[in-house]
């Protein structure tokens, strides 16, 4: 009986090491869920720091390109819409006397066409060219660009030509004022 008891138990032994060495059988295919994240950008303009226009007499008129103004849209929107405008000072030389002065009134503003553009959705000029040109105000902004629909990243980018209508009373000198392009 001792000899059965030592052959079951060694039969038994010898049965759990089969089962503990038996290769585990392989699943065909296998999932892994894979999670990004595409992160919220911003809506930018950028627009030359100085541009000098030339010089025309009194009466005369002075026209002359600011340099490339750009947005980048990198909200990731699902409507990737914005519009940019513009504003101006009034351009001053001296002490500021109306004959040293030429009002943003007297400086019409066109866009032209885009120079470049990235992105999907419809691209616009605010005055496609200068029979279009519309006055520069201190307060109510001028549309310079927009861009509707669309989704995702995109940018545009254009040079805007300024026309300055120098009144016949100003003085001779170097006016300055500010330009100001923004974008929402």
């Given at each position: 009986?001792?000899?059965?008891?030592?052959?079951?138990?060694?039969?038994?032994?010898?049965?759990m090491?089969?089962?503990?060495?038996?290769?585990?059988?392989?699943?065909?295919?296998?999932?892994?869920?894979?999670?990004?994240?595409?992160?919220?950008?911003?809506?930018?303009?950028?627009?030359?720091?100085?541009?000098?226009?030339?010089?025309?007499?009194?009466?005369?008129?002075?026209?002359?390109?600011?340099?490339?103004?750009?947005?980048?849209?990198?909200?990731?929107?699902?409507?990737?819409?914005?519009?940019?405008?513009?504003?101006?000072?009034?351009?001053?030389?001296?002490?500021?006397?109306?004959?040293?002065?030429?009002?943003?009134?007297?400086?019409?503003?066109?866009?032209?066409?885009?120079?470049?553009?990235?992105?999907?959705?419809?691209?616009t000029?605010?005055?496609?060219?200068?029979?279009?040109?519309?006055?520069?105000?201190?307060?109510?902004?001028?549309?310079?660009?927009?861009?509707t629909?669309?989704?995702?990243?995109?940018?545009?980018?254009?040079?805007?030509?300024?026309?300055?209508?120098?009144?016949?009373?100003?003085i001779?000198?170097?006016?300055?004022?500010?330009?100001?392009?923004?974008?929402?």
């Amino acid at each position: 009986m001792r000899t059965a008891k030592i052959c079951l138990a060694g039969a038994a032994a010898a049965a759990m090491v089969g089962f503990l060495a038996a290769p585990a059988a392989a699943a065909p295919t296998d999932d892994t869920t894979v999670t990004f994240e595409v992160d919220e950008g911003t809506l930018d303009i950028v627009a030359p720091a100085t541009a000098d226009l030339g010089s025309g007499a009194p009466g005369g008129i002075i026209t002359g390109q600011l340099g490339t103004v750009t947005v980048t849209d990198s909200r990731g929107a699902a409507d990737a819409s914005w519009v940019a405008s513009v504003t101006s000072t009034v351009f001053e030389t001296g002490g500021g006397t109306p004959a040293e002065t030429v009002e943003p009134g007297l400086i019409d503003y066109w866009s032209g066409a885009a120079t470049a553009t990235t992105g999907n959705g419809t691209f616009t000029p605010g005055q496609a060219n200068a029979g279009a040109a519309e006055p520069l105000d201190t307060v109510t902004p001028v549309t310079a660009f927009t861009h509707t629909g669309g989704t995702g990243g995109n940018t545009a980018a254009w040079n805007p030509t300024l026309v300055v209508n120098v009144p016949l009373d100003s003085i001779a000198g170097t006016y300055t004022g500010t330009v100001t392009h923004s974008v929402a």
